[in-house]
Nanobody
Framework: VQLVESGGGLVQPGGSLRLSCAASGFTFNIYAVRWYRQAPGKEREWVATIDSTGGATDYADSVKGRFTLSRDNAQNTAYLQMNSLKPEDTAVYYC????????WGQGTQVTVSS
């Protein structure tokens, strides 16, 4: 069982990044997917959720209108498109897939700085 995040990096304020969460070893299309983030010295916070079919999404107020979560079940991958990035979006971003059990990825660093 694996969840592997990718796509993080350094971006200037106002820029964009797309994070990917690639799943293997379990039936991805029955799992809801959530993204969380953790900034230095802060607790991990929920960012966004997508249901197993991709038909419903929900976002934290801090990212609503800027981030879009989608998934491609044929590719066993979820995507977090992040636009209009702000320095306060700097964090390690984690993917979490949950059905009756849950799986975490290892995280990918996003740094928003000029």
């Amino acid at each position: 069982v694996q969840l592997v995040e990718s796509g993080g990096g350094l971006v200037q304020p106002g820029g964009s990044l797309r994070l990917s969460c690639a799943a293997s070893g379990f039936t991805f299309n029955i799992y809801a997917v959530r993204w969380y983030r953790q900034a230095p010295g802060k607790e991990r916070e929920w960012v966004a959720t997508i249901d197993s079919t991709g038909g419903a999404t929900d976002y934290a107020d801090s990212v609503k209108g800027r981030f879009t979560l989608s998934r491609d079940n044929a590719q066993n991958t979820a995507y977090l498109q992040m636009n209009s990035l702000k320095p306060e979006d700097t964090a390690v971003y984690y993917c979490h897939a949950r059905s009756t059990v849950g799986y975490w990825g290892q995280g990918t660093q996003v740094t928003v700085s000029s």
